[in-house]
């Protein structure tokens, strides 16, 4: 995205970023850069109409109480406090703050996006959380949605964009060039869908957490290996990040920055001090003096065998079965 990271791991979206000393003590454990929490506009829109209704029943029982709320124009529930939470964020780190954004409308994808840029964040991480549930609804009509909002989020701001993409689409790489087209500076390989679940007993549909595990990285490192230095864009890799090993695997296929919250979760914010001291000690035994004199070696357009990545690998995968 064009910005000097200390280094290569980064804090991805999560609630940890809420709180400002959370932040301060990632800095502190190693973190090149802090994706804070998304702003959800529905959330927003659902707070805003709240105040409202708010504030009419409490002014038809007493007239004086207006004097104790700001006009509606002015009041903005939920962006006035992470708009603050950049700035303080800013005041008492170094490393770079980036927001991220989950927005319903055009008006609301730019208006967010102008307001965090104006608080001084580095960069925006535009994370499109969208399920395309109707079954009248194009794959076409799905990638257009996406291109759009990139576009029209580009025209407003100047600071840089990363997009944070699901592995659904059918010509992935295809759509990482239009996003690159529409004026991305970033892709973050993979936007991890949190699906529903059932309790076959009381017969509700549960909305509860899973963390990533290490196991699941096997995805983004296929794409960020076929993608890595083919499109003029960062990537970001944000699956599965448990521990060096995993920064070290997504390096070596091309990704510029790690991301990780799960881990953090379970081991603590600290973990990215353990996290980083292995990743140096791994460089040392491999005689790696950088980051960037690792990065991409394992990609598919510098290995001897680039079909590694493509059908030839299926079919050795299905004989090393056969043959176990």
Not at 177 to 205: M, T
């Given at each position: 995205?064009?910005l ?6 980064v804090?991805s979206a999560?609630t ?14 190693g ?28 002014t038809?029982?007493f ?13 903005h529930?939920g ?28 008006e ?12 001084g ?8 959380f ?26 407003n701001?100047?600071?840089p ?35 529903p679940?059932?309790?076959?007993v ?10 990533s ?37 997504y ?10 919250a ?28 950088t ?9 598919q ?5 680039p ?8 079919i ?9």
């Amino acid at each position: 995205m064009g910005l000097k990271l200390p280094s290569p791991i980064v804090v991805s979206a999560s609630t940890l970023s809420e709180d400002v000393h959370n932040i301060v003590q990632m800095e502190d454990a190693g973190a090149g850069a802090v994706v804070l929490f998304s702003l959800f506009e529905e959330q927003i829109q659902k707070e805003n109409a709240l105040y409202e209704q708010a504030l009419k029943t409490t002014t038809n029982i007493f007239a004086e109480a207006m004097d104790y709320f700001p006009d509606l124009d002015e009041y903005h529930v939920g962006t006035t406090q992470y708009l603050e939470l950049i700035r303080k964020a800013k005041e008492r780190v170094d490393i770079p703050i980036i927001a991220s954004l989950n927005a319903i409308t055009t008006e609301g994808w730019i208006d967010y996006a102008m307001q965090v840029e104006e608080a001084g964040a580095a960069g925006l991480e535009i994370n499109i959380f969208y399920i395309p549930a109707d079954v009248r609804l194009s794959g076409e009509a799905v990638e257009r949605r996406y291109l759009d909002i990139v576009s029209e989020v580009r025209k407003n701001i100047h600071i840089p964009i990363a997009v944070k993409l699901n592995p659904y689409f059918s010509a992935t790489g295809n759509m990482a060039k239009q996003i690159s087209d529409a004026g991305a500076n970033a892709l973050v390989l993979f936007n991890r869908f949190y699906q529903p679940d059932f309790d076959i007993v009381r017969l509700k549909v549960l909305s509860n957490l899973q963390y990533s595990e290490s196991n699941e990285i096997r995805l983004p490192l296929l794409w960020i290996a076929v993608l890595y230095g083919k499109l003029p864009l960062s990537l970001a890799a944000t699956t599965g990040v448990q521990s060096a090993q995993e920064v070290v695997k997504y390096i070596l296929a091309g990704a510029d920055v790690t991301m990780t919250a799960s881990a953090l979760y379970k081991f603590g914010i600290n973990h990215l001090r353990t996290m980083t001291n292995e990743l140096k000690d791994w460089m040392h035994m491999m005689g790696f003096d950088t980051v960037e004199a690792f990065r991409g070696v394992m990609s598919q357009q510098n290995i001897s065998d680039p079909t590694a990545y493509e059908r030839a690998n299926y079919i050795r995968i299905l004989e090393n079965v056969k043959n176990t």
